[in-house]
């Protein structure tokens, strides 16, 4: 089959690699019809995600249909039209159990590295180096899902890959970003970073009852796809100072609740951009902390920080005097995805909200180096690339 492998710092290829087989009993072979590339993949290409290895196959937003399921397998059969979670989820660990399932104490093969870095496993997710499992990843023809009765969904054929795609990752991973703020009536939402997750957090800020949503980004094609279709008001960080300008529209006091969605890798007019690039290009601290240090400082006293921009491991200048003093909760998560895909699936048929709004670049497989290069460098209006497979 062809697959999109990693291989090396900023290089990606579609290359012809073996066909998937079943492992395990209770694994099923997904026939790929659509796939994303996320900002996840980004840190990945990028090599700011350690443990990846040449020729590792990418990919962990996909969905398709069933063509081979083991012999264990009870709720999925060949020909059912599935949309694939990112975190490989085992249903019955402690933590899946109590809805954590990206902390799926079961499903990572390589805990001991993840033990190392976090102090404790998280599960394995597609894709996404071998801290989180090698498991080869759904950029490709076919995908081995492992647990197939716990983490694939099925979906209606009348809705469109299109619509319900981004269930496997960033609409979920939104949402649980604007759930993580607790929003009451009034509330005013603050959200760093107006990628696909940005989108997906400030739609969701609505949803959940927001007064106000503000999005804050420096490429204005972004910005105004969150003033446009989530009704967002924006700040262009490169043509003000985010803390004033979001002061002065709060009455002086800041946004009710934050949400960081830009994470490890993000950029700054500042002076502190060069400080955090160099350190984290000698390896001093793993990423670069602007968006949450920013977001932190912004926040109302009292207020809720909400981390669900990707971090990798150490960072540095972390204003705990801030959190502390100021009384702040901070909460964080890579997404539990199998907690929201049934209820956001039901919203999506229900016509309340349609996620394919953020598709901007549709291609076959084989283009995603291209698809890489367009969403890395944010060229030509990209927002989010679907590959079709
Ligand atoms: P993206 O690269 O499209 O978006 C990031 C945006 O942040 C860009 O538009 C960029 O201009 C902006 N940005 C950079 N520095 C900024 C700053 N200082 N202030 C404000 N904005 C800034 O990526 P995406 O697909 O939207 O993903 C966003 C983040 O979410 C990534 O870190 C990704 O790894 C993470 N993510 C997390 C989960 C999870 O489960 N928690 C799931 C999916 C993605
Ligand atoms: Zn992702
Ligand atoms: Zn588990």
Redesign the pocket.
């Known amino acids: 089959m062809k697959a999109t492998v990693w291989t090396g710092k900023n290089s990606v290829e579609v290359r012809d690699v073996p066909d998937p087989k079943i492992l395990d009993p209770q694994d099923a072979i997904i026939d790929i019809t659509s796939t994303a590339i996320?900002?996840?993949d980004?840190?990945l290409l990028q090599g700011f995600v350690p443990t990846m290895q040449k020729g590792d196959i990418l990919g962990h937003e996909f969905m398709g249909r069933v063509v081979e399921v083991g012999p264990e397998v009870t709720t999925l059969k060949v020909g059912d039209r599935v949309v694939v979670p990112?975190p490989i989820a085992c249903g019955a660990c402690w933590s899946c159990q109590h809805g954590f399932f990206?902390g799926c104490e079961n499903t990572n093969p390589n805990s001991w590295m993840a033990e190392k870095l976090f102090g404790n496993t998280t599960a394995g997710v597609f894709g996404y180096s071998h801290l989180t499992g090698g498991y080869p990843g759904g950029q490709a023809e076919y995908a081995r899902v492992p647990f197939a009765d716990v983490n694939p969904i099925k979906v209606p054929d009348e809705l469109s890959d299109e619509q319900v795609l981004f269930l496997s990752?960033?609409l979920p991973?939104g949402y649980?970003?604007a759930e993580m703020c607790d929003i009451e009536p009034g509330d005013v939402v603050a959200v760093?970073?107006?990628?696909?997750?940005?989108q997906f957090a400030m739609l969701s800020a609505k949803l959940l009852g927001a007064e106000r949503v503000i999005g804050?980004?420096?490429?204005d094609y972004?910005l105004a796809m969150a003033r446009d279709k989530v009704g967002a008001e924006t700040i262009d960080?490169e043509q003000q100072d985010?803390l004033e300008a979001l002061r002065e529209m709060t009455g002086g006091r800041g946004p009710d609740k934050v949400i960081d969605?830009?994470?490890?890798?993000?950029?700054?007019p500042r002076p502190d951009y060069a400080y955090d690039r160099a350190k984290q290009m000698l390896k001093l601290e793993t990423d670069r902390p602007?968006?949450l240090r920013?977001a932190i400082m912004a926040v109302r006293n009292g207020g809720i920080v909400s981390v669900?921009?990707?971090y990798g491991g150490f960072i540095d200048k972390f204003p705990m005097g801030a959190v502390m003093n100021r009384g702040l909760q901070i909460r964080a998560?890579?997404?539990h995805v199998q907690r929201y895909m049934q209820p956001l699936l039901e919203r999506i048929q229900a016509g309340e909200f349609d996620p394919s709004f953020v598709i901007t670049h549709r291609m076959p497989l084989t283009e995603a180096p291209r698809g890489y290069e367009l969403?890395h460098q944010?060229l030509d209006g990209c927002?989010?690339v679907v590959l079709s497979a």
């Open positions: 996320c900002g996840s980004l840190h990112f990206a990752d960033i991973t649980m970003g760093w970073g107006a990628g696909p997750v940005g804050i980004d420096r490429f972004r960080y985010v969605a830009v994470g490890m890798e993000a950029h700054s602007f968006a920013e669900i921009g990707v998560g890579q997404c969403f944010k927002e989010k």
